[in-house]
């Protein structure tokens, strides 16, 4: 886990992000000149005297608390977040809940939003509750109005903009100023704008987490989580993930630091593609509204072009209203779209999606099915012929 080393540019910290990306946490001099770093695979890291053991003096002193290859990735990622330090997770879901348990103690209160990642909402249904921690969900939109909610035991605040699948924007500077005013801790999910495109802490927020199985792996081969921290909340971050014994393969640290080299040329075709089929879906029959920040109709326009500085291939739409026999001939029929979950990678995704049946302090009351899109790397053209004819096979089987 990184504690602060220096980006590994040797050119401070003026450098602009999609340079960040590529050239920090590199070091080819201490490698021989590989520019990448080598896979370091090892659990006992051996001391030259007893002196150096005792004191440990060693630069690494077991597998499990780093090597090479996971400091290098730890250290550009930092760079990119401009947090204290970087905690490397197995997963997304698991960077959510190991920063929660490291800011969270029986008895105290949570405040997450409604809107969050369901399996995040499941762990502090089950595990946190078990736990003896109170959750309590509130509207994405609520803004510095979250005051009201707060209690004396409340101890964090957990944020997720854009919400997932729905994709509602949060004002995350108004929420974290609340926040930072009562001494409470708050955590955001940023794994849509991911560090190139939204930086919480620059925002007031003291715990940032990524799925970096999205686009920091980019490739859907790989399954990790990422957390920055800054302040008390970083110590209290890396105690928990040490104390758990929590732990990343050298071989998903390299996989996770060759993504994040081609971070910035991949989110800018995403963004583009994205944006393209989204303002084509707009104008589709089908469809009665597309749900993407970026668009000037959508109703987090405003919040996201004032805090974020680009976008996404990932947002939803909502059908109008038509049979499940109908949904379900639109899905059958995508050749280019796989259906699954995930997003991120390469390729292009689809699938049906409905909050009713989990959110607790919003109603989710829309006006046909709901589709979430994940537009890969192919090319537009392609995309758009594909939901065209999965859309005629929609309307022959209404």
């Known amino acids: 886990m990184s504690h602060g080393h220096d980006d590994g540019t040797g050119s401070g910290t003026g450098l602009r992000p999609a340079t960040k990306v590529v050239h920090s946490g590199r070091d080819p001099k201490r490698f021989d000149g590989f520019v990448n770093t080598p896979v370091v695979r090892g659990s006992t890291v051996l001391s030259a005297t007893y002196d150096d053991l005792i004191h440990h003096r060693g630069r690494y002193s077991y597998g499990r608390r780093g090597n090479p290859t996971t400091e290098g990735f730890e250290t550009a990622l930092r760079a990119l977040e401009g947090g204290d330090g970087i905690a490397l997770t197995p997963s997304g879901l698991s960077a959510c809940s190991i920063s929660l348990l490291s800011v969270l103690d029986a008895g105290d209160h949570l405040l997450m939003v409604d809107t969050a990642y369901r399996p995040t909402r499941t762990f502090c249904d089950q595990v946190l509750k078990r736990l003896g921690v109170e959750t309590t969900y509130y509207d994405p939109l609520v803004g510095s109005g979250i005051a009201e909610l707060i209690r004396d035991n409340t101890r964090a605040i957990f944020l997720e903009s854009p919400g997932s699948q729905s994709f509602e924007?949060?004002?995350?500077?108004?929420?974290?100023?609340?926040?930072?005013?009562?001494?409470?801790?708050?955590?955001?999910?940023?794994?849509?704008?991911?560090?190139?495109?939204?930086?919480?802490?620059?925002?007031?927020?003291?715990?940032?987490?990524?799925?970096?199985?999205?686009?920091?792996?980019?490739?859907?081969?790989?399954?990790?989580?990422?957390?920055?921290?800054?302040g008390p909340a970083w110590k209290k971050v890396i105690a928990t993930h040490g104390t758990l014994g929590i732990t990343i393969s050298p071989d998903d640290?390299?996989?996770?630091?060759?993504?994040?080299?081609?971070?910035?040329?991949?989110?800018?075709?995403?963004?583009?593609?994205?944006?393209?089929?989204?303002?084509?879906?707009?104008?589709?029959?089908?469809?009665?509204?597309?749900?993407?920040?970026?668009?000037?109709?959508?109703?987090?326009?405003?919040?996201?072009?004032?805090?974020?500085?680009?976008?996404?291939?990932?947002?939803?739409?909502?059908?109008?209203?038509?049979?499940?026999?109908?949904?379900?001939?639109?899905?059958?029929?995508?050749?280019?779209?796989?259906?699954?979950?995930?997003?991120?990678?390469?390729?292009?995704?689809?699938?049906?999606?409905?909050?009713?049946?989990?959110?607790?302090?919003?109603v989710w009351d829309v006006e046909g099915p709901g589709v979430r899109l994940h537009i890969g790397l192919e090319d537009v053209a392609d995309l758009k012929a594909d939901l065209d004819q999965a859309f005629a096979r929609m309307r022959a089987a209404a």
Request: with cysteine.
């Open 169 to 230: 924007m949060q004002d995350v500077p108004a929420i974290t100023a609340v926040a930072r005013a009562r001494g409470i801790t708050t955590l955001i999910d940023n794994t849509w704008a991911t560090p190139l495109f939204f930086k919480p802490h620059a925002f007031g927020v003291d715990i940032s987490i990524q799925a970096g199985t999205k686009y920091i792996g980019g490739h859907a081969d790989l399954n990790l989580g990422t957390i920055s921290a800054v």
């Open 253 to 362: 640290a390299a996989l996770g630091a060759r993504g994040l080299r081609t971070l910035a040329v991949r989110l800018a075709h995403h963004q583009r593609s994205g944006l393209e089929v989204a303002q084509w879906l707009q104008d589709r029959p089908e469809v009665s509204r597309v749900l993407h920040p970026a668009l000037p109709t959508d109703p987090g326009h405003a919040i996201w072009k004032r805090d974020f500085t680009g976008a996404t291939g990932l947002f939803s739409l909502i059908l109008k209203e038509v049979p499940e026999r109908a949904v379900a001939a639109f899905f059958d029929a995508l050749a280019l779209f796989g259906m699954g979950y995930s997003w991120g990678g390469y390729e292009s995704l689809a699938i049906p999606f409905d909050c009713r049946d989990y959110r607790t302090a919003t």
